[in-house]
């Protein structure tokens, strides 16, 4: 049997058919094609915060990117440009709680990383140009940038890409504290882009886009640690 791995979903106005502006649960489908490719079973998950029975019937959890996760999760204010959704972040940090005591296989991506930064006591830089100085991480509405990327020596990030890569990007927000994780991926510019947990089976979080990218690599490792079984 596949590996079962729930993605994080958006909640979101969407058309499709002869249906206009409706409200919708949905998510890329290239979330959906990595996890099919690397020989796991997908099912979506919607922000739902009534509590996460679900995971009993998961092998893994991956936390898929969107809009920005609310500053009061690690107890900040909003500032400009902030654009939250409450419900994704109430469910889905129901969901990783869970997931960490129950030591289910975890990946995030771009907001899934900032979510796992958020739940291990880290915090956010809420507008990465005031920080940086520039706009290469989200070059242009809907375009993706690239970058290089260095990894740490000994991290599992290295282990799945080697020791230097370029990955793309597409977000406005970044990690500045990891918390209790462990950083082990960053930027040209010193941004921190991979975290992990070295005493966790597996959890492992990436401000970039694998999925966009069609890079199996994460998402194989991810499927992998899912199908191992106690």
């Known amino acids: ?59 893994g959890l991956l936390l898929a990117g969107g809009a920005d996760i ?31 005591g129950a030591r289910l296989p975890v990946l995030g991506v771009c907001r899934g990383m900032q979510l796992l930064t958020a739940v291990h006591g880290g915090r956010l830089h809420q507008h990465l140009p005031d920080v ?7 070059p242009a509405p809907g375009v993706f940038g690239t970058h290089g990327l260095r990894c740490a020596p000994g991290s599992r990030i290295e282990a ?11 977000h406005h927000q970044g990690v500045a504290d990891p918390g209790r994780l462990t950083a082990t991926g960053w930027a040209d510019d010193g941004l921190i882009e991979a975290v992990e947990d070295p005493a966790h089976p597996f959890l ?19 499927v992998n640690a899912a199908g191992i079984k106690d």
Do not use: C
């Not at 609310?70 to 969901?95: I, N, Q, S």
């Not at 492992?204 to 991810?222: I, K, T």
């Open 204 to 222: 492992l979080g990436v401000q970039w886009h694998p999925e966009e990218a069609g890079d199996l690599r994460l998402f194989a490792a991810l």
């Open 160 to 170: 799945l890409l080697g020791a230097a890569a370029e990955v793309n990007t597409y």
């Open 70 to 100: 609310g500053p009061a999760l690690y107890g900040e204010t909003p500032a400009a440009f902030t654009d939250t959704r409450p419900d994704r972040d109430a469910g889905e940090v129901a969901l990783v709680t869970a997931a960490i």
């Open 1 to 59: 049997m596949r590996p079962i791995i729930g993605i994080t979903s958006y909640r979101e106005p969407a058309s499709w058919g002869i249906w206009r502006d409706t409200a919708a649960d949905l998510i890329p489908h290239t979330y959906v094609r990595m996890v099919t490719e690397a020989g796991g079973r997908a099912v979506l998950l919607p922000p739902d915060d009534t509590d996460a029975d679900v995971l009993r019937v998961l092998d």
């Open 132 to 138: 940086l100085g520039h706009e290469k991480h989200r």
